[in-house]
Nanobody, 122 residues
Framework: QVRLVESGGGVVQPGGSLRLSCTIS??????????GEWYRQAPGKQRELVAS???????TYSDSVKDRFFIVRDDVRNTVYLAMNNLEVEDTAVYSC??????????????WGQGTQVTVSS
């Protein structure tokens, strides 16, 4: 059974840093991690794609986090990280990981994490 576990959320002061981790396990060896993404949703707002990394290690970021957040994938540990620096109050949200697994014969599978709360407050 595929399992996706997130960690690293918490409370931090403005200007601080946090690192989120998203580890996927339990998938068949014929699958590989295609794309890893981090989304966030603040109260009363739509869910926002924050960062993504492709199988070719190409990264993209939303304008609101560019140059402050960095997404990294570790294919040995089957983990996608989101390093968040110079955090702002506006970054407060529930952050969720989304991983697409791919098997060239079967196709793609979507997997979501349970979400982890990030609160930026003085």
């Amino acid at each position: 059974q595929v399992r996706l576990v997130e960690s690293g959320g918490g409370v931090v002061q403005p200007g601080g840093s946090l690192r989120l981790s998203c580890t996927i396990s339990g998938f068949a060896s014929t699958f590989t991690i295609n794309t890893g993404e981090w989304y966030r949703q603040a109260p009363g707002k739509q869910r926002e794609l924050v960062a993504s990394v492709t199988g070719g290690y190409v990264t993209t970021y939303s304008d609101s986090v560019k140059d402050r957040f960095f997404i990294v994938r570790d294919d040995v540990r089957n983990t996608v990280y989101l390093a968040m620096n110079n955090l702002e109050v506006e970054d407060t949200a529930v952050y969720s990981c989304h991983i697409i697994l791919s098997d060239w014969r079967i196709g793609d599978e979507d997997h979501w994490g349970q979400g982890t709360q990030v609160t930026v407050s003085s």
